[in-house]
């Protein structure tokens, strides 16, 4: 997600809230905005799925937070958040794997 810098483990959303993540990004507008980045641009860019998931789900490897939907809906694949904290690109022919659905205008997400 290009400019936008996801806040350090000791800035947690669910580590302060028994272990759940928002339930949608305008919980998280305050942090974002007191660490300097852009809400707007998070509004715009990003898809956010972490509603309803806790840290303490399995799969924590597998499971998607958020993700670019401008650069998915440029069918190129997309940059995606992962629950146990990692980031990575996401090709086109595996975006299924994890419940993207891929398309000009449509950027939903289906459970795997």
Not at 53 to 60: F, I, L, N, V
Not at 97 to 108: E, N, S
Request: aromatic share 10%; glycine share 8%; hydrophobic share 30%.
């Amino acid at each position: 997600m290009s400019s936008f810098r996801w806040p350090s483990r000791r800035t947690c959303y669910a580590c302060h809230h028994n272990a759940r993540y928002p339930a949608s990004l305008e919980e998280l507008r305050a942090g974002i905005e007191k660490h300097g980045q852009d809400y707007q641009w998070l509004v715009e860019n990003v898809e956010y799925l972490g509603a309803g998931k806790s840290m303490r789900d399995p799969d924590a490897h597998s499971t998607v937070l958020a993700y670019d939907k401008a650069l998915l809906q440029a069918g190129k694949g997309t940059h995606a958040v992962f629950r146990d904290g990692h980031a990575s690109f996401i090709e086109p022919k595996r975006l299924s794997q994890y419940g993207i659905l891929a398309g000009p205008q449509d950027t939903r997400v289906t459970p795997p």
